[in-house]
């Protein structure tokens, strides 16, 4: 990393949705899928400065279009050994870009599920040979860049409450000591928090802290119901907005959200693709810490150095806030104290001379939320330890 790129967290990937449509095609051939004429947009058909890894064509304003495209996409992944080529592909590439720490959505339903006579099969084998991959893939990245890596276990919602909680029972069967969170993802229409309680509850007892998908498609009202079953972040949250309570709340409990700038201006209708309309800014303004993420990286055709570019040039990021940024997301990380530490302290190292001045100056202005310069004092005191740049 040189001495000016920004050291970047993503906390919300989704380990199928990070395909790209290049990779896409070359599982497809390995695997003797046929590869739908209609998946992704011809060359010339779409911006490939904005989509560098190609795009995939669906209807943006239809959930379930995305949910059937994503389906497809994984649908490509055969062998165990085809998450090692998807998993070194998307770290390798963003850990090139300043990447340190990710958290990893991985569903054991796509990895591991067959159904029989209308019975979901669990293969445990299949699905720890998968993991064995990723794992390989990590390491692999690891020799040549400083990431460390966490997974979350994702239950299917709009699978039903059911196989949400199966997936977690099987966990509990299957455990790895990476797994450190457990996710709800899928439609946010499909049933609501309570439906889930019993995977609520289990989740805890495995001790998987818990990130839930809510105020993306559906409203203010999800993120309510997913803080009040033990969501400690939210995946996306964007609707908070929309309620100045609850902006209070997420700004009292420390709830970070993992905003994904690219995927939320496809997939939520209200901003109507317009990245413009986003109510980033106004979050972080108001206090609430945020993180930036790629969410589905290769089917959105986004990486993690665009959606930190995007937030500094449409939204006017200053280095500094994006170093806060990073730091609310390692703050936020579910990993060991220790790495969190670790992790604190290489990115308070690239902190300049210049950054230390800008960081005094604005505790002194004040002119920033009070929950921004408690957190900007926090780093003031760090950095007392560290030696300048
Ligand atoms: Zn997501």
């Not at 739908?36 to 304003?61: H, I, V, W």
């Not at 977690?168 to 439906?195: K, S, V, Y």
């Not at 495995?206 to 079953?229: C, F, M, P, R, V």
Request: hydrophobic share 40%.
């Amino acid at each position: 990393m040189n001495d000016q790129m920004i050291p970047k967290v993503i906390l919300h990937e989704h380990v199928e949705g990070s395909i790209t449509p290049v990779m896409a095609h070359q599982l497809a051939q390995k695997n003797n899928i046929p590869f739908p004429s209609t998946l992704c947009y011809k060359s010339g058909q779409y911006n490939a400065k904005e989509y560098k890894n190609g795009r995939y064509l669906y209807d943006e304003s239809k959930f379930e279009e995305f949910i059937n495209t994503y389906d497809t996409v994984s649908s490509f992944l055969k062998d165990p050994e085809d998450y090692y080529s998807i998993t070194y592909d998307f770290l390798n590439r963003n850990a090139k870009q300043g990447l340190i720490y990710c958290e990893l959505f991985l569903s054991p339903y796509h990895i591991c599920t067959t159904e029989v006579n209308g019975k979901l099969i669990w293969d445990k084998e299949r699905f720890n040979k998968t993991l064995f991959y990723m794992d390989k893939a990590i390491i692999k990245v690891q020799n040549d860049y400083d990431i460390t890596v966490r997974y979350h276990v994702i239950g299917v919602r709009h699978l039903g409450a059911k196989v949400v909680y199966d997936t977690l029972c099987f966990i509990q069967q299957n455990h790895h000591p990476f797994i450190t969170g457990f996710n709800i993802a899928g439609n946010e229409m499909a049933g609501h928090f309570d439906d889930f309680k019993d995977a609520h509850k289990l989740a805890t007892q495995l001790n998987l802290k818990k990130s839930y998908h809510a105020g993306e498609i559906d409203s203010d009202e999800s993120i309510i119901q997913a803080l009040k079953h033990g969501a400690i972040r939210i995946g996306h949250g964007i609707r908070a907005i929309e309620n100045k309570a609850l902006i209070c709340e997420l700004v009292e409990k420390k709830i970070t959200l993992e905003i994904a700038l690219t995927s939320n201006r496809i997939l939520v209708n209200e901003l109507h693709g317009d990245i413009y309309q986003h109510p980033i800014r106004q979050l972080y303004d108001q206090g609430v810490r945020i993180t930036l993420n790629t969410d589905d990286a290769g089917i959105f055709g986004t990486d993690i150095e665009k959606e930190y570019s995007i937030a500094q040039s449409i939204f006017a990021f200053s280095r500094l806030e994006l170093l806060d940024i990073t730091l609310c997301g390692i703050q936020a990380a579910f990993v060991e104290d220790m790495v969190k530490s670790r992790l604190t302290e290489q990115v308070l190292l690239c902190f300049s001379s210049d950054d230390r001045q800008l960081l005094k100056k604005f505790i002194n202005d004040k002119k920033y939320h009070p929950a921004i310069i408690e957190r900007f004092l926090e780093y003031q005191k760090l950095l007392l330890a560290i030696p300048v740049n």
